[in-house]
């Protein structure tokens, strides 16, 4: 079970908007803390078991993370984890489904940090609620997508 979820109706396919969140290089266009990254180990597109170098950036903190595929299934549902060095941080799931004329896109995160790592959240990374704060970017997220999406930009 996720920890947060977010839901957006967009008027596209399934199989369109998986193809634009399944290109980790281009999360950065849509996410308000993700910068993009690159394929590690000669990787070109997301497929289980591929990874790809993360990197973020909150106000003046930036990190980069290992990021592994862990379910590519095209329109329909792609996942994966999160590593920082070797500390497993979360699991982030997008989910495709036709509704209305377009498709429902559901983003989930469920937080894998062990408990030394939350405690020093706020310290660190000066987030306290880190729930709250993956939720409103989430939203922003999903609304970029929508937004280049719909307006025929995204490709």
Not at 20 to 38: A, F, H, I, Q, Y
Not at 42 to 49: C, D, E, L
Not at 118 to 134: C, T
Request: aromatic share 10%; glycine share 10%.
């Amino acid at each position: 079970m996720s920890d947060v979820e977010v839901s957006e109706h967009i008027a596209a396919t399934p199989d369109a908007l998986y193809a634009l969140v399944s290109d980790l290089p281009r999360m950065g266009e849509w996410s308000p803390e993700n910068t993009g990254g690159k394929w590690a180990r000669g990787g070109r597109r997301a497929m289980v078991g591929a990874t790809f170098r993360g990197s973020n950036r909150a106000g003046w903190r930036w990190w980069r993370t290992v990021v592994t595929v862990t379910a590519a299934d095209p329109g329909r549902r792609f996942a994966f984890d999160v590593h920082f060095a070797a500390v497993p941080i979360s699991t982030w799931e997008y989910t495709f489904a036709e509704a209305d004329g377009g498709c429902l896109v559901t983003e989930a995160w469920t937080d894998r940090r062990p408990g030394w790592m939350r405690s020093a959240s706020k310290p660190v990374m000066g987030i306290a609620d880190r729930e709250g704060h993956n939720r409103a970017n989430m939203e922003k997220t999903l609304q970029a997508l929508k937004k280049s999406a719909e307006a025929g930009t995204a490709g």
